[in-house]
């Protein structure tokens, strides 16, 4: 039956009602007159109805016919096979409240009747449909690459929806269909990241609409997986690494740099390392064995790179380069070489017997230190260098000449020491010979103006005095007051030092210069002022010999020729003319020269006959030949009657010769004695011999003064003295004769400056200290001498005394027994070569033993603290003190004359000296120094008994005389009894009877009484 309401009943009931009465009235009417009655025929068809479902629906039909006809209408719902009344549906209109879908497809007619037949309308059908909804939304989907992506959608709806898939890729602007989309489910066969971020939505239809579902978007993901592996790297410490990886995955994979520094155990990103290349911009050591690798993400998934691993190294370079050692036969030589780099470099030391020219391993020398031992002369001129091997290079040091000297030569001064030409480490002038402060093992000195040089037999050169011109060639003008060495020179076979200049010969037969160049005396070609390191003369080779004037040059030549350059101004170059020139020139009609020396303003020559040549300034007769006019020669000129000279010697204004007997011969200025003839004059234009003077072996000359070195090893001196210059501790005296240099013995050979002289050979010793510095006036101290040059002492003197004994420890150390003496001695050693100078650090003083004047307390417990004062005299530098036969507990020097004690505990009460103990020795004693110990109770046991006594008592203190009457007690006036002392601190006793209260227990040794020391020497009577 129709689903009817009766709200709808209601509003179509009224007028059926009407029509029924109607009806009815002309029924009556009809059949009242009998006549026009019609059987039933529809007037109204229904009409088939299409509706939503849930709407509500109306069917209309109507028929005429006399009567009225009734109607009921009827429902099919099979298709018109068999039809079935609607219940309370009759009337012309059928309505149905809400369609539902399962009532479309139903067919509905009408049936009128009256008395006269019935009528039946044609059959309306009610189509009831529902809009298409979505019920189920596709999802977005994500798959790898080559999956199939599904896509699911469902909607409701009646007639049942089709549907059709669309697609977009241009996010959502437009739509296309896709083909064989058309079921709910959509399957992308083999996904493309192409086509990742398209986006499939579904569209629903059915007659009654449309509806399209959300849009769902595909995700194609590929995992990452590495394209370019890290690969290992090696850098210099300090170079930039970079490492590089990348992966292929979509999307694009981030990707995260991670270390490892501990092999792979563990890893941990790196900040910021983001990006494919991972860059260190300065590998460190440190980070040699750092491990890297890359981690790439997508949402697909994860991929490691390869680890990489990083290597630092820093190839070697030498840090420090292995010195010449110059050693003596028979000693020990070290050469040290040190590298940097990482990792660190291992070393093999080379040894070259053939100048470099091959080199070989050392067997087993593999340490930066080389030690070479019991070396032979034989080793002399060998070479040694390291080479420094590590995973990133190798690094060779230098060559270091070893050379095995037959002597250990040191060299002294005297004279002028305003600039340290001394090289002693001071500025004082010294008119004894002092020893140079650090050569050894040289081969050649030469003093100039006011600096001085020495060749080492290590072929290097060591120079000291001033520097104001760059002379000393430590590219400084820096005055040093002890040697150091000349910048850059080796391989130096001889020295030369000039007015503010210097020269030195290399083994390759040229020249080096340095110093003042304002008259072109460095001949380097060059106008410059000078130059503060060496630099080679223009020019030169094949020199056998130099010689440095004041303000020019001289070299001899292997083929007996002489080069000259500098000041020319008085024709000292010998050129012909007076043309200085700062580049060597060569001495005119000069051959056969054996022999050069440059003087203040001329030079000589010695020719292989045994004849002299001079030339340049002659004003004092230093040219030797009377025959020369207007004061010079440009041109050498004979010396005349000189034959048979074996060494010559020019000064500043005159000339020495040595002839082949020992004898020597002079010319020129004599006003200060320094032709050394015995007589003082203006000039000598024709050589005279030197008096006294034999068996000489060398000689020089200098600014007024002259020496000869003796075949002895001495040497002599004369001339003007005015700085000490004559060595013969007898400053400013001028000598016209030879006298001896103070000191010297075993020397090799000698050079005179302007105003000081050199020498070298055996060491002089050197005392530089003393302990202890000071001793007692009776002699007996055992002192310490230390110093240099101590091999072979025969004498040890404490000022003119020599010592009671001394034993040579070492060539530093001697021992000696001090003698007696008063005040401050020096102490000198004397060995073949000379004696000790006098300097600061040999000074002895003689203490005599501290006296001891007053006591400023006088008595004090045994117990010991008492402070005493000690006043007396020589207490500075106070050793001890002591009370009797005990150290004092404490004492405080408070000046020469005062000392603050704390006496000590003693034995036993009585009276004992105060001695004060110095280097001196200790005071002697006297009246005043006596110092009284009195005995002391600290305390009493039992500390109280019946008033009766009888109580056996201990009373215990210090200074207690032992046995049973040495020692009196009292306890307040009453003696004790039965006394027993059986130590300086413990004494038994009966207590004597009293009288109620507390008394004081004293002690008593002979007339020394304890004092009161209450509470515990307290006693109480009860």
């Known amino acids: 039956m129709p689903r009817t309401t009766r709200g709808a009943r209601s509003r179509w009931l009224a007028p059926c009602v009407l029509a029924l009465v109607l009806l009815a009235s002309a029924a009556l009417s009809a059949g009242a007159w009998g006549a026009g009655n019609k059987a039933p025929k529809v007037t109204a068809q229904p009409s088939s109805q299409t509706v939503e479902e849930g709407q509500s629906v109306s069917f209309w039909a109507a028929a005429s016919g006399l009567p009225t006809p009734t109607v009921q209408w009827e429902l099919s719902s099979n298709g018109g096979s068999t039809w079935t009344p609607i219940e309370g549906a009759t009337t012309g209109q059928i309505t149905i409240a809400h369609a539902s879908t399962s009532e479309s497809g139903s067919e509905y007619r009408a049936v009128f009747k009256n008395s006269l037949g019935e009528a039946t309308s044609k059959v309306a059908t009610l189509t009831v449909r529902v809009i298409p909804l979505v019920t189920e939304q596709p999802i977005n989907a994500t798959v790898e690459e080559g999956q199939s992506a599904v896509f699911e959608a469902a909607a409701s709806g009646f007639p049942a929806p089709t549907v059709q898939w669309q697609l977009s890729t241009n996010g959502g602007s437009t739509w296309a269909k896709v083909a064989e989309g058309s079921s709910d489910?959509?399957?992308?066969?083999?996904?493309?990241t192409s086509s990742s971020g398209n986006e499939y939505r579904a569209v629903f239809t059915n007659a009654a609409g449309t509806a399209t579902s959300q849009a769902a978007a595909l995700t194609v993901q590929r995992a990452p997986s590495v394209i370019k592996q890290p690969v290992s790297e090696k850098v210099e410490t300090g170079q930039s690494v970079t490492f590089e990886a990348a992966a292929s995955g979509?999307?694009?994979?981030?990707?995260?740099w991670q270390l490892s520094t501990n092999g792979g155990g563990t890893w941990s990103p790196i900040e910021g390392a983001?990006?494919?290349?991972?860059?260190?911009?300065?590998?460190?050591?440190?980070?040699?064995?750092?491990?890297?690798?890359?981690?790439?993400?997508?949402?697909?998934?994860?991929?490691?790179?390869?680890v990489a691993t990083l290597s630092v190294g820093s190839s070697p370079a030498v840090t420090l380069q292995p010195r010449a050692a110059v050693v003596e036969a028979g000693e020990a030589a070290v050469f040290e070489a040190a590298a940097s780099g990482f990792p660190a470099p291992t070393v093999q030391w080379q040894l070259s017997t053939n100048g470099g020219g091959t080199w070989s391993a050392l067997a087993g020398a593999t340490s930066d230190l080389l030690t070479l031992t019991q070396l032979q002369v034989a080793q002399s001129g060998y070479e040694y260098r390291a080479v420094f091997t590590n995973a990133a290079g190798t690094a060779t040091s230098a060559a270091a000449r070893l050379t095995v000297a037959t002597t250990r030569f040191g060299a002294v001064a005297w004279g002028d020491d305003a600039f340290g030409q001394l090289g002693n480490g001071s500025a004082s002038l010294s008119d004894v010979p002092v020893s140079v402060v650090g050569p050894s093992f040289v081969t050649a000195v030469s003093a100039g103006g006011r600096h001085s040089l020495a060749l080492l037999a290590g072929e290097t050169v060591m120079a000291w005095g001033g520097n104001g011109s760059g002379q000393l060639g430590d590219a400084s003008t820096a005055t040093a007051y002890v040697p150091i060495e000349v910048e850059g020179l080796s391989n130096v076979t001889a020295v030369a030092a000039g007015g503010a200049h210097s020269l030195a010969l290399l083994a390759n037969g040229t020249v080096m210069a340095w110093g003042n160049n304002e008259s072109g005396q460095l001949g380097i070609g060059s106008g410059s002022e000078g130059s503060e390191v060496p630099a080679a003369v223009a020019g030169l080779t094949g020199v056998k010999a130099i010689s440095a004037g004041s303000e020019h040059s001289l070299a001899l030549l292997a083929n007996g020729t002489v080069m000259a350059w500098g000041d020319n101004e008085h024709g000292q170059l010998g050129t012909g003319n007076?043309?200085?020139?700062?580049?060597?020139v060569a001495v005119k009609h000069l051959s056969g020269v054996v022999a050069?020396?440059?003087?203040g303003e001329f030079s000589l020559a010695l020719l292989a006959n045994g004849t002299v040549e001079a030339w340049g300034e002659d004003e004092q007769g230093q040219l030797g030949n009377s025959a020369v006019e207007e004061g010079l020669s440009d041109v050498p000129v004979p010396v005349a009657t000189l034959t048979g000279v074996k060494a010559i010697a020019a000064g500043e204004k005159h000339a020495l010769a040595l002839l082949g007997g020992g004898t020597v011969m002079a010319w020129g200025e004599d006003s200060f004695g320094e032709l050394g003839n015995g007589t003082l004059q203006a000039r000598e234009e024709t050589p005279v011999a030197v008096s006294g003077l034999s068996g000489a072996t060398a000689v020089s000359a200098g600014g007024q003064d002259s020496v000869a070195l003796l075949g002895s090893g001495t040497v002599m001196s004369w001339g003007a003295n005015k700085k000490g210059t004559l060595g013969d501790g007898a400053m400013g005296n001028p000598s016209d004769v030879p006298v001896p240099v103070s000191g010297l013995g075993e020397v090799a050979g000698v050079s005179v400056g302007r105003t000081h002289m050199l020498a070298y050979g055996e060491p002089m010793p050197t005392v530089t200290g003393l302990s202890p510095q000071s001793g007692s006036t009776a002699g007996g101290a055992t002192v310490t001498i230390t110093g240099s040059g101590f091999t072979g002492a025969s004498a040890v003197r404490f000022g003119a005394s020599q010592a009671t004994g001394f034993t040579v420890v070492s060539a530093s150390s001697i021992t000696a027994t001090a003698p007696a003496g008063t005040g401050t001695a020096d102490v000198t050693v004397t060995t073949p070569s000379g004696t000790s100078a006098i300097v600061a650090g040999d000074r002895y003083t003689y203490q005599a033993p501290p006296t001891v004047t007053k006591l400023s307390t006088k008595t004090g417990s045994a117990a010991g603290g008492t402070s005493v004062t000690i006043t007396g005299s020589g207490f500075t530098g106070a050793t001890g003190v002591s009370f009797g036969e005990v150290s004092a507990a404490h004492f405080t020097v408070n000046s020469s004359t005062s000392i603050t004690a704390v006496a000590?505990?003693?034995?036993?009460?009585?009276?004992?000296?105060?001695?004060?103990?110095?280097?001196?020795?200790?005071?002697?004693?006297?009246s005043k120094d006596q110092f009284k110990y009195t005995p002391s109770v600290e305390a009493v046991t039992p500390n109280s008994g019946a008033a009766l006594g009888g109580v056996s008592v201990t009373v215990t203190g210090a200074g207690f005389a032992l046995g049973s009457t040495a020692t009196t007690f009292k306890f307040g006036r009453a003696k004790a009894g039965s006394v027993d002392c059986t130590s300086a601190t413990s004494c038994t006793m009966l207590a004597p009877a009293q009288g109620a209260g507390t008394v004081d227990v004293t002690a008593q040794?002979?007339?020394?009484?304890?004092?009161i020391n209450p509470p515990g020497d307290d006693f109480t009577y009860g």
Do not use: C, M, W
């Open 274 to 306: 983001s990006s494919d290349q991972l860059t260190i911009a300065s590998a460190e050591d440190s980070q040699d064995g750092y491990e890297y690798r890359a981690v790439f993400k997508n949402a697909a998934g994860v991929a490691t790179s390869q």
């Open 904 to 926: 000590p505990r003693a034995a036993t009460a009585g009276s004992v000296d105060v001695v004060v103990t110095s280097v001196g020795g200790p005071s002697h004693p006297t």
């Open 1005 to 1011: 040794v002979g007339k020394l009484k304890s004092p």
């Open 596 to 599: 050069i020396s440059a003087g």
């Open 578 to 584: 007076t043309n200085s020139s700062n580049v060597p």
């Open 185 to 192: 489910v959509l399957t992308i066969a083999n996904s493309k």
């Open 250 to 256: 979509f999307p694009a994979p981030t990707v995260q």
